[in-house]
């Protein structure tokens, strides 16, 4: 318009120009997404109003004719200033005079338009409206301003409230296992030996439900344990808060101290076990073998002292006598041939008290008994025969047969009782060659049968003849051979008895040598499964280890095969399963050693466990470092680079650089930690930053926290009393009212709790010290 225009009062050109002025002012700092100002402050109204129904804002004229639009965006900034669903389209000028109305009553916004020219325009005037609109948003921009201060205080809150449950849910849980430690120690310590083999059985039965059923959820528990504390101070120390330090006696350390002491008890208690279980195997055997051999014994030993002191040779005749004498010596033969029991029966008892037999006192007693006895009739027969030679004459006739029968015959039937003996011998093997060589041992006597059975006969044919001249001299003989007690009829049911016992014996060894077999079988199937799972897990530890170490891909993809892994892991579960139950046969069959395999049971469950935990461990790492990652900003390459440098100063691929390590590693990404003065401080500083524990050891997450701390920035103490500062409105306080009105009801209460009064000069009555509160939260933990 020209100046002359202006000064004649054309209204409409002076109108015009002052809409310009005013458009180019209020609207041109609204740019939403690089569009004009008009189409700017077009999308803000249509994203305020977005939620409400009836309005749909397309333009700066017809949109908001029946004045809805106007309600929408007081509503949706100040809901309690407008009853928005008792408003009706069809009332526009009641609609356009309640919104005009609050909105300079409550805003500030000066009454611009009139209601009543709205509705009857058929288009109402586009730059009136839009400045009236550009109005309403620049009263509620300040709002925003207020909102964005207040979600970075709850961001700041909500960690601190989430890393105190953190923490809290770690002692519980570290108490837990402490105790159940504490618990289970005394009971695998408890090392008191039973009498029964029954009643050590019963203890091992116990044991492996221990190692089945209650420890697998307390090293599941453990392991979860050790990632909750490593997820917590990584969250701890990207938030800028200090570590976490557990109470006295909870610390990781003391855990796993504690199962180091537990994994030694378990071990010493199933060794102590099979141990005692062997020991008293052997006992019982030895133990039978004693009451065995002592009842034979005693029955050879029945009525020999009476017979010893009878004084029968005062009154013989000189033949008489000769066939004492002659008895006699046969008598002190068979009491030589029994020498040698007395010492096996009194071998048998010292080794009983030796491996500590609980009935020891009767054996003693019982062996003292025959062993005094023994002596008695060593010094009876020495006395007989001193009597017998005094009266020592040449007898008139010598029955030669008599004589010779006697003589084969006691030696025939003191094999016969031996080899009786032997056949009900005891036996006890633990392996196939050990009952091969009683078999062949057993058919080396059987094949000298035919020989003993020629022998038996010509002792027969002895005693026959003596009686065939007996008769056929019409010589009455006085009863029985005066040289012996074994009769034919004697040799003859000894001899049955062999042959009976030959079977049973057969029968007793085939029977223990298929034990044996299926012993052996039991353990090449224990092993070959060993052979093949033990391998397998060793595999798995080392591929995990180099996954972790590789870094091939990104850290996601790192995970995502760690986690494929951890799947196949627990897939191979079944093939431990399947080794515990052909374990648990190998145990209930007694075997004790196998050959086959160097992998035993205890091996492989350890290297179980240590497999699960380690993939759980390295998966818990990689997710931590994706942590880091993402809040600190850091690029992939960025995180390449750092891991190639950490992986070429780790030499032995241990997971953790030695400060020496950590200083080169340092320097080759240009630190100056050079060795001077101020280098050395430098490092120091680093050091107790990246290892505040004073472990030695530089974790590749301590070191990736530290770069990232040296390189991004993270939120401070400064930013969060920025923030409270806008809240507060610029002031250097803040009423629990203001906090109430901003936070989340909860957050503020948090922050109401916590807050000193504020001391200044310029304070009010109830005033919060929102700065001793912010520099608190990056402090010492409240735990």
């Not at 009525?303 to 000769?322: F, P, V």
């Not at 950590?662 to 990404?669: D, E, G, M, R, T």
Request: aromatic share 8%.
């Amino acid at each position: 318009p020209t100046c002359a225009e202006i000064v004649d009062g054309n209204a409409k050109m002076t109108l015009g120009m002052i809409w310009t002025i005013i458009l180019r002012f209020a609207i041109q700092d609204i740019s939403v997404e690089e569009t004009s100002a008009k189409e700017g402050l077009l999308l803000w109204c249509q994203r305020k109003t977005a939620p409400y129904k009836n309005v749909n804002v397309q333009n700066f004229h017809i949109s908001w004719k029946d004045g809805l639009a106007f309600n929408a965006l007081i509503h949706r900034h100040r809901p309690e200033l407008i009853e928005y669903d008792k408003l009706r389209k069809d009332d526009p000028v009641t609609n356009l005079n309640n919104a005009f109305e609050v909105a300079e009553k409550y805003l500030d916004i000066p009454k611009m338009l009139d209601a009543e020219d709205i509705v009857n325009t058929a288009r109402p005037d586009e730059k009136a409206i839009m400045t009236y609109v550009s109005s309403f948003y620049h009263a509620f921009s300040g709002a925003q301003k207020a909102e964005t201060a207040a979600n970075r205080i709850c961001k700041v809150l909500a960690v601190n409230q989430e890393n105190e449950h953190l923490m809290e849910d770690y002692e519980r849980l570290a108490s837990d296992l402490l105790e159940w430690i504490r618990r289970t120690i005394p009971w695998l310590e408890d090392r008191v030996p039973q009498k029964t083999i029954q009643e050590m059985q019963q203890k091992l039965e116990d044991f492996r439900d221990y190692r089945r059923v209650h420890k697998p959820p307390k090293v599941q528990e453990k392991c979860q344990l050790e990632i909750n504390f490593n997820t917590l101070q990584t969250k701890l120390r990207l938030s800028n808060r200090p570590a976490f330090m557990p109470s006295e006696g909870r610390m990781v350390s003391d855990i796993n101290n504690g199962w180091q002491h537990l994994e030694q008890a378990e071990k010493g208690y199933e060794e102590w076990l099979l141990n005692e279980i062997r020991r008293l195997e052997r006992l019982d055997h030895l133990a039978e073998k004693f009451r065995q051999k002592a009842s034979i014994h005693e029955a050879w030993t029945d009525g020999k002292e009476a017979m010893l002191k009878h004084r029968d040779y005062e009154t013989a005749t000189l033949s008489d006598i000769k066939a004492l004498i002659r008895k006699h010596e046969a008598f002190e033969s068979d009491l030589a041939a029994h020498q040698d029991r007395v010492e096996q029966i009194a071998a048998i008892a010292q080794e009983l008290n030796e491996l500590d037999y609980y009935d020891s006192h009767n054996v003693n007693a019982r062996c003292q008994k025959i062993c005094d006895q023994w002596d008695a009739l060593g010094s009876l027969t020495h006395s007989r025969r001193e009597a017998l030679e005094k009266t020592e004459k040449q007898l008139e006739t010598i029955d030669q047969l008599h004589l010779e029968y006697a003589k084969r015959a006691a030696p025939f039937n003191n094999w016969m009782e031996s080899a009786m003996e032997d056949l009900q011998d005891m036996f006890i093997v633990h392996t196939i060659e050990e009952i091969e060589g009683l078999i062949s041992a057993h058919d080396q006597f059987k094949s000298t049968l035919p020989d003993a059975d020629r022998e038996r006969e010509a002792i027969l044919a002895i005693h026959k003849e003596a009686q065939r001249i007996a008769e056929s001299n019409h010589i009455k003989l006085s009863g029985s051979n005066p040289y012996t007690t074994v009769t034919p009829q004697i040799i003859n049911s000894k001899w049955e008895k062999v042959q009976q016992l030959v079977p049973k014996r057969d029968h007793a060894l085939l029977e223990e040598q298929s034990k044996q077999q299926s012993n052996e079988h039991l353990r090449r199937q224990f092993a070959s499964q060993a052979n093949v799972v033990g391998p397998w897990i060793q595999t798995k530890m080392e591929e995990i280890g180099r996954i972790s170490i590789e870094m091939n891909g990104t850290l996601e993809d790192q995970l995502s095969h760690l986690k494929q892994y951890e799947r196949s892991i627990v897939d191979y579960k079944p093939n431990l399963d399947l080794l515990e139950q052909q374990h648990q046969l190998i145990q209930e069959a007694l075997i004790f050693d196998n050959k086959h395999t160097n992998y035993t049971m205890e091996h492989i469950r350890v290297g179980w466990e240590q497999l699960l935990t380690t993939i759980a461990r390295t998966i818990n790492e990689v997710e931590n470092q994706i942590l880091t990652r993402d809040a600190k900003g850091i690029s992939q390459e960025q995180m390449q680079e750092f891991r190639a440098s950490f992986n070429h100063f780790d030499k032995d691929h241990g997971g953790a650089l030695g400060p020496e390590e950590f200083k080169a590693c340092l320097i080759s990404l240009g630190y100056d930690v050079e060795n001077d003065r101020q280098g050395d401080a430098e490092f120091n500083r680093i050091m107790s930053v990246v290892d505040p524990n004073h472990s030695g050891l530089v974790t590749f997450q301590a070191f990736i926290d530290f770069m990232s701390r040296e390189t991004t920035d993270t939120d401070t103490a400064d930013q969060v009393i920025a923030s409270f500062k806008v809240l507060a409105g610029d002031k250097n306080f803040i009423t629990a009212e203001e906090l109430r009105r901003e936070l989340p009801p909860d957050q503020a209460e948090y922050c109401i709790a916590r807050m000193a009064p504020y001391q200044g000069p310029d304070a009010v009555p109830g005033a919060l010290d929102y700065k001793s509160f912010s520099t608190a939260l990056y402090g010492e933990s409240d735990l």
